[in-house]
């Protein structure tokens, strides 16, 4: 007589689940609720989100929702705080630290305040136009170049746009702060002729 020996597969408990809203895995304990309610899918650090309140960091505090970003995963960092704890300051860091991205976004910032400057209500260039408008007269990345409209009366588009030098850009300001539109035009066909 033989003995048959079943082994039958004995299934531990899990050990972490994963949270669907922080998007990582916890220990089991960390799903029970206060109430003594078990969540398969939340976590418990989302409790007072039930009662629309959420924890911000800089605030060390629970702080309405309203308060938060409007975005799908707000974090914990409230708007207040966000730029300090949520990754906005983390962001910006890295693009000033790049001296391409960060040429570029003072291109970018210079042709959005002359265009306020101008008057002009729609801007007709996208900020890639820009990037090879000023690359086609400065391939090494200066910095030292913008974008200005050749006439100041119609938005900035792709046939009504030069490249000057930063000093060429301040003249030219002063010229149009003056409403010197004939000196303005003048500079602009000697700047074009130039190239």
């Known amino acids: ?41 939340v976590c418990n650090r989302h409790e007072p989100e039930k009662i629309a309140l959420r924890y911000c960091r800089g605030c060390d505090d629970f702080v309405a929702l309203d308060l938060f970003p409007k975005t799908a995963r707000p974090g914990y960092a409230c708007r207040k705080h966000f730029n300090i704890h949520g990754g906005g300051k983390r962001a910006y860091d890295k693009i000033s630290e790049d001296p391409l991205k960060n040429n570029h976004r003072l291109q970018i910032k210079r042709f959005y305040s002359d265009s306020s400057k101008f008057k002009h209500q729609t801007l007709k260039m996208s900020k890639k136009e820009i990037q090879l408008e000023i690359l086609k007269i400065d391939p090494s990345v200066t910095g030292n170049y913008a974008v200005m409209p050749i006439d100041v009366t119609i938005p900035t588009t792709l046939l009504n746009v030069v490249v000057v030098t930063l000093e060429q850009r301040k003249t030219l300001m002063k010229m149009f702060d003056k409403k010197n539109t004939p000196a303005y035009l003048q500079m602009v066909k000697e700047i074009q002729a130039s190239y």
């Open 1 to 41: 007589m033989s003995i048959e020996a079943t082994h039958e597969k004995s299934m531990s408990p899990p050990k972490a689940r994963y949270c669907v809203k922080c998007r990582e895995y916890f220990l089991v304990p960390c799903f029970m609720s206060d109430d003594g309610t078990d969540d398969m899918t």
